[in-house]
C-alpha cells in the first residue's frame, strides 16, 4: 500500500514563499501556479495526496467539487491564507485526519488552527485493530501500521492500544509488534466484536466464515475505543490491506 505523498499548492508570490518556508519543514513538493488550475489540482486530489492550498477557500471548493466523493475516501485537504495566520482543514477533518494535520501544519508555522468539525477538541481516544495470517513477519505488521497512521495524520504517541480476535491471542508478530512500540495488545471474542458489525465499513463473507465476524481489523479497533471512553465509536481509517494483514484505526470522545 503506498502512502500518501503531499503538495502545497501556491498562487501567488507571498504564498510561494510561505509554501517554501512550510516545505523546509515537512516533507512535501511545491507547485506554484499549476495550469489549468482545477484539472491539475483535481489530478492531485484523485491520486490521492493529500494537499495544501495557500490561497482562498472558495477556488479550492470549487475546483474540487466535481472530484469529491466521501468523507471516508477523499484525502486531507487544508488551506493557509498568505499571510500564514490561519490554517483550515477543509476536508476529511475527522476521517481524513486534516484535524490533525492542521493542528501540526499550526504549530510549525506558529499559525491558529481553525477546525470547524464537532468535537475537534474533545479528547479523542485511538485505537488500532489488526487482523493478519498465521506467522506473519512483525516488519510487515509494523510497515502497514505506520503508513495508516501517516495517511490519517496521527502520530505514534496517539494510539492507546493494539488489538485484534481472540484467536490471534498467540500471534507472535502482533504481541512483538505491541511490544517494541511500547502498546497495550488485547483481544475479543468474536461475540463481542460482533457488537460492532452496524459500523463497519465492509463486510467479508469470506471473513465471517473463517473467524465468525464480518471484519477483524474494523471490528477490534472500534470495540477497544468503545471500551476506553464508554462513548460510540467511530472509524478514523477505513480497513487497510496488505497480502497478509489488515490495520484499521478508531476513535471515540472522552466526555461526548
Request: proline share 5%.
Amino acid at each position: 500500500m503506498a502512502s500518501r505523498t503531499t503538495k502545497i499548492i501556491a498562487l501567488t508570490e507571498a504564498g510561494k514563499n510561505l509554501a517554501e518556508r512550510l516545505r523546509s519543514t515537512i516533507e512535501a513538493e511545491v507547485t506554484y501556479k499549476p495550469q489549468p488550475f482545477a484539472e491539475q489540482v483535481q489530478e492531485f486530489f484523485i491520486n490521492g495526496e493529500r494537499l495544501i492550498f495557500i490561497c482562498a477557500t472558495g477556488i479550492v471548493m470549487r475546483s474540487l467539487a466535481p472530484v469529491l466523493q466521501d468523507k471516508y475516501q477523499d484525502p486531507p485537504v487544508l488551506v493557509i491564507d498568505e499571510q500564514g495566520q490561519f490554517v483550515i482543514p477543509l476536508l476529511s477533518g475527522h476521517e481524513g485526519g486534516a484535524n490533525n494535520w492542521a493542528l501540526e501544519v499550526s504549530k510549525l508555522l506558529n499559525a491558529q488552527p481553525v477546525i470547524t468539525t464537532a468535537n475537534g477538541y474533545l479528547n479523542p481516544v485511538y485505537s488500532v485493530g489488526m487482523g493478519c495470517e498465521r506467522g506473519c513477519p512483525v516488519d510487515e505488521l509494523e510497515r502497514l501500521l505506520l503508513e495508516c497512521l501517516q495517511q490519517s495524520g496521527l502520530s505514534l504517541d496517539q494510539v492507546s492500544s493494539i488489538s485484534s480476535i481472540d484467536i490471534k491471542a498467540d500471534e507472535v508478530g502482533l504481541i512483538e509488534l505491541a511490544e517494541k512500540l511500547d502498546k497495550p495488545y488485547q483481544t475479543w471474542d468474536k461475540n463481542q466484536l460482533s457488537e460492532m458489525e452496524p459500523l463497519l465499513s465492509t463486510r467479508s463473507e469470506y471473513v465471517f466464515n473463517t473467524v465468525g465476524v464480518y471484519g477483524v481489523a474494523e471490528s477490534a479497533a472500534l470495540l477497544s475505543a468503545k471500551r476506553q471512553t464508554g462513548q460510540q465509536p467511530e472509524l478514523v481509517l477505513n480497513k487497510q490491506k496488505t497480502k497478509k494483514a489488515t490495520c484499521a484505526i478508531a476513535r471515540s470522545y472522552n466526555g461526548r
